[in-house]
T-cell receptor
């Protein structure tokens, strides 16, 4: 029973398209995150939500829009995809100040 | 963001202890020291964290210098499964549960 699950695991798409990545956690955590890991393997936080409210919003293009329908879900929608958006996107969750639990990642390739 | 410095890579023999160092000379009094690791093709996973005292758990031990400007993650008996990128991270309480990942140390374990 996966604690933090992301779908899809792989996504290949053309430049200019719009795509979404979904994340669900069954740990009962209040806080969820999106991280981006680029080709150089650096992990950067993008967003964090606590009980459906945005609390961390790093310098991310407006084309990226997170949506949290409830505290168990945090989806990432990306408009007008660019080549530079190619990366592995990780969803994570945590209790308020506790350790983060990460999903297995969603590899996005923009052609 | 306070910075951590880690060696780019280290190598260990299987069944031997491994000491992974981390420097964080700009750490403030309220920053917690966290360690995560990322196995190949997986999301990061929590290893251990501490504030001032040394900490032990089933995965590892964390030794924190008295001045808190450095710490060492200790794997008591390295196995091939421990080959991963190890990240030393300072968690900033005043910025929410925000983890800022550095480049980490690639640990290679030889059989």
């Amino acid at each position: 029973d996966t604690a933090v699950s992301q779908t899809p695991k792989y996504l290949v798409t053309q430049m200019g398209n719009d795509k979404s990545i979904k994340c669900e956690q069954n740990l009962g955590h209040d806080t969820m995150y999106w991280y981006k890991q680029d080709s150089k393997k650096f992990l950067k936080i993008m967003f964090s939500y606590n009980n459906k409210e945005l609390i961390i919003n790093e310098t991310v293009p407006n084309r990226f829009s997170p949506k949290s329908p409830d505290k168990a879900h945090l989806n990432l929608h990306i408009n007008s995809l660019e080549l530079g958006d190619s990366a592995v996107y990780f969803c994570a969750s945590s209790p308020a100040w506790g350790e983060l639990f990460f999903g297995e990642g969603s590899r996005l390739t923009v052609l | 963001d306070a910075k951590t410095t880690q060696p780019n890579s280290m190598e260990s023999n299987e069944e031997e202890p491994v000491h992974l160092p981390c420097n964080h000379s700009t750490i403030s009094g309220t920053d917690y020291i966290h360690w995560y690791r990322q196995l190949p093709s997986q999301g990061p996973e929590y290893v251990i964290h501490g504030l001032t005292s040394n900490v032990n758990n089933r995965m590892a031990s964390l030794a924190i210098a008295e001045d808190r400007k450095s710490s060492t993650l200790i794997l008591h008996r390295a196995t091939l499964r421990d080959a991963a990128v190890y990240y030393c991270i300072l968690r900033f309480m005043e910025y929410g549960n925000k983890l800022v990942f550095g480049a980490g140390t690639i640990l290679r374990v030889k059989s």
